[in-house]
């Protein structure tokens, strides 16, 4: 029942910004924690950055420096702020959250992805 949809992808040149949005609906009686991933044509996908419930975050060294990550409990959302685009940024963005979705348990879900491409 729960649903987490990422929006604000596209194309952008290299050196640009672009920020990505993912918001979680359905039945939440709290987030853990919410995630971004990215995985590129035939490589593996990559944990970026991570935010837990408590505000904590952490950076992938790729993109340390460049992204920051974000929330708004209120709407149940994340951000992700991408600055200083580089062509390898280039990928498919997917958001992961872990979810109370139950009273007894807490499950991980995952986003349709958003295509980010950064040209040069």
């Known amino acids: 029942q729960v649903q987490l949809v990422e929006s604000g992808g596209g194309l952008v040149q290299a050196g640009g910004s672009l920020r990505l949005s993912c918001a979680a609906s359905g039945s939440i009686y709290g987030i853990n924690y919410m995630r971004w991933y990215r995985q590129a044509p035939g490589k593996q996908r990559e944990l970026i950055a991570t935010?837990?419930?408590?505000?904590?975050?952490n950076y992938a060294d790729s993109v340390k420096g460049r992204f920051t990550i974000s929330r708004d409990n209120a709407k149940n959302t994340v951000y992700l702020q991408m600055n200083s685009l580089k062509p390898e940024d280039t990928s498919v963005y997917y958001c992961?959250?872990?979810?109370?979705?139950?009273?007894?348990?807490?499950?991980?879900?995952w986003g349709q992805g958003t295509q980010v491409t950064v040209s040069s």
């Open positions: 935010i837990t419930s408590g505000g904590s975050t």
């Open positions: 992961n959250a872990r979810i109370r979705s139950t009273i007894w348990a807490s499950d991980d879900y």
